[in-house]
């Protein structure tokens, strides 16, 4: 079965940089979510997207956007990177929300150097 | 607000233990719950769930009961094996189009032969 899709897998930046994470969704899921998780913590809530819209906002700092095209993948854009925002970052989807689970990619390890 | 607690770790078992992770929540309403499991540089993955009062979710003889009256959703398994090393996350999501997950700490399993 298809799983969810995340881009790239390994990502090294510099401070100061950009970084452009990709996610694709599982086929027909109309919701994602995107997750930071530092070294040895739980996984943070940054945004999520219904039907395209945003649809849920969390810890997610003024420097990153996202959003969600018109085929449901989502795009995650962090600039002005700093040293701290080194982390796995993961992608979620799901139908609907709600008792539905939610789905994870394999996530995006982003480095900061 | 909502939350959830996981007892902190490491939990260290011999192979063929009894595992008990317990974990608590704090919600407004009634959330689904949900255990998944992360296996080192893995994404998450979904251990199982359960979406009202008194059901029970299993999955690879891992086993977790809904209790709201004492707003738990504990996670057992008999007879642990090696490769159930990992870290384990207890889970709640609201209602609705919008429902994110929040996570528990994080409890990380070592079992040893």
């Known amino acids: 079965a298809a799983g969810v899709i995340q881009s790239p897998r390994h990502l090294i930046k510099e401070k100061r940089e950009t970084a452009t994470l990709k996610c694709y969704p599982i086929?027909?899921?109309?919701?994602v979510y995107w997750y930071q998780q530092g070294p040895g913590q739980d996984p943070q809530f940054l945004i999520s997207?219904?039907?395209?819209?945003?649809?849920d906002k969390g810890s997610i700092p003024d420097r990153f956007s996202a959003q969600q095209f018109s085929d449901y993948h989502s795009e995650l854009n962090m600039s002005s990177l700093e040293l701290g925002d080194s982390a796995l970052y993961f992608c979620?989807?799901?139908f609907g929300g709600g008792g539905t689970e939610a789905f994870f990619g394999q996530g995006t390890r982003l480095t900061v150097v | 607000g909502d939350s959830v607690t996981q007892m902190e770790g490491p939990v260290t078992l011999s192979e063929e233990a009894f595992l008990t992770i317990n974990c608590t929540y704090t919600?407004?309403?009634?959330?689904?719950l949900f255990w998944y499991v992360q296996y080192p540089g893995e994404g998450l993955q979904l251990l199982l769930k359960?979406?009202?009062?008194?059901d029970k979710g299993s999955n690879k003889g891992f086993e977790a009961t809904y209790r709201k009256e004492t707003t738990s959703f504990h996670l057992e398994k008999g007879s642990v094996q090696v490769s159930d090393s990992a870290v384990y996350f207890c889970?709640?999501?609201?209602?609705?189009?919008?429902?994110?997950?929040?996570f528990g700490q994080g409890t990380t399993l070592q079992v040893k032969p």
């Open positions: 979620a989807s799901s």
């Open positions: 086929p027909r899921h109309d919701t």
């Open positions: 997207f219904y039907e395209k819209m945003q649809s």
């Open positions: 919600a407004t309403g009634y959330p689904s």
């Open positions: 359960a979406t009202k009062a008194d």
């Open positions: 889970a709640q999501r609201g209602s609705g189009n919008t429902g994110k997950l929040i």
